[in-house]
């Protein structure tokens, strides 16, 4: 079974704060993944990273960023969080391959930014 | 401009009777199509996926069929429990990189209760 752990579940911070998100992946899988996810929003993505030391921005990038120094981690950094990126995060990844894989993932931790 | 449209916030069914969840899409690029359930505080699971070669998927309770003409999919869930009530979504992805997965496109999303 694919395992994928995020560091928290739930996180308090305040406005100003660093914010740093953990994911760790134990199948050895190429991509990873970072999503928020708001009510009625669904999933919306944030960057990605299809290889170690690799990153591509997603649809929502802007006061994040990335770190994968190591193929089974993937950190989302918040570099002064603020109240509207109070939400879920949510961690993927997924194997490079000649057909499409399914992205699984993390449990997910709820950020609350005071 | 949303790509996948999950049109239907919620939806509620009596246990035992059929559910389906619809989701319609606007990329002729898209040739993979993915389910996964989410109950409150969990990260998605994956639940069922097809290829766009394909009109038809089944896994046990859970049927995807994909009609490519009218960008269509839908997910049947023969008998509905209790334990399915979640919230539903759709994915699908384009090829972009040769060998590698194209990104996820998610839907937003529907509520699903079924009642005892």
């Known amino acids: 079974d694919v395992k994928v752990t995020q560091s928290s579940r739930y996180l308090v911070k305040r406005t100003g704060e660093k914010v740093f998100l953990e994911c760790v992946q134990d199948m050895d899988h190429e991509n990873m993944f970072w999503y928020r996810q708001d009510p009625g929003l669904g999933l919306r993505l944030i960057y990605f990273s299809y290889d170690v030391k690799m990153k591509e921005k997603g649809d929502i990038p802007e006061g994040y960023s990335v770190s994968r120094e190591k193929k089974e981690r993937f950190s989302l950094i918040l570099e002064s969080a603020s109240t509207n990126q109070t939400s879920m995060y949510l961690c993927?990844?997924?194997?490079?391959?000649?057909?499409?894989?399914?992205?699984?993932f993390g449990p997910g931790t709820r950020l609350l930014v005071l | 401009d949303q790509q996948v449209k999950q049109n239907s916030p919620s939806l509620s069914v009596q246990e035992g009777r059929i559910s389906i969840l619809n989701c319609d899409y606007t990329n002729s690029m898209f040739d993979y199509f993915l389910w996964y359930k989410k109950y409150p505080a969990e990260g998605p699971t994956f639940l069922i996926s097809i290829s766009s070669i394909k009109d038809k998927n089944e896994d046990g309770r859970f049927t995807v069929f994909l009609n490519k003409s009218a960008k269509h999919l839908s997910l049947h869930i023969v008998p509905s429990q209790p334990g399915d009530s979640a919230v539903y979504f759709c994915a699908a992805s384009a090829r972009r990189y040769g060998g590698s997965q194209g990104n996820l496109i998610f839907g937003k999303g529907t509520k699903l209760s079924v009642k005892p």
């Open positions: 993927a990844s997924s194997r490079t391959g000649s057909t499409q894989e399914t992205q699984y």
